[in-house]
């Protein structure tokens, strides 16, 4: 059974930092692109960064760039999103994602659809 687990997530003061975690068991993706995403109530889940398997490609929201950085640790089949400089605006709930398509080296997507399993969330709220 493939899971994914975030952690990370909790109650910050603006410019402030935290750092996620996405553990991936079940099978390997040191071979596939990985995400985040984040999501608020009655919003639709929002793209905030992707990676492709080598590590070597990243894209990011125009909302996060410069202040969120994503990478990934292949031998642990981790990604992480370390988030610096938070605003209150950045609060959501924060969802990993993994492709299982075995792309190539620098493939990633930001498109939600294109990835197959998902995380249960972490809250990320960031106080005034």
């Known amino acids: 059974q493939v899971q994914l687990v975030e952690s990370g997530g909790g109650l910050v003061q603006a410019g402030g930092s935290l750092r996620l975690s996405c553990a991936a068991s079940?099978?390997?993706?040191?071979?596939?692109?990985m995400g985040w995403f984040r999501q608020t109530p009655g919003k639709e889940r929002e793209f905030v960064a992707t990676i492709s398997w080598s590590g070597s490609t990243t894209y990011y929201a125009d909302s996060v760039k410069g202040r969120f950085t994503i990478s990934r640790d292949n031998a642990r089949n981790t990604v992480y999103l370390q988030m610096n400089s938070l605003k209150p605006e950045d609060t959501a709930v924060y969802y990993c994602?993994?492709?299982?398509?075995?792309?190539?080296?620098?493939?990633?997507?930001?498109?939600?659809?294109?990835?197959?399993?998902w995380g249960q969330g972490t809250q990320v709220t960031v106080s005034s």
């Open positions: 079940g099978r390997t993706f040191s071979r596939s692109a």
């Open positions: 994602a993994a492709d299982s398509l075995v792309g190539g080296s620098n493939y990633y997507t930001r498109d939600r659809y294109d990835y197959d399993y």
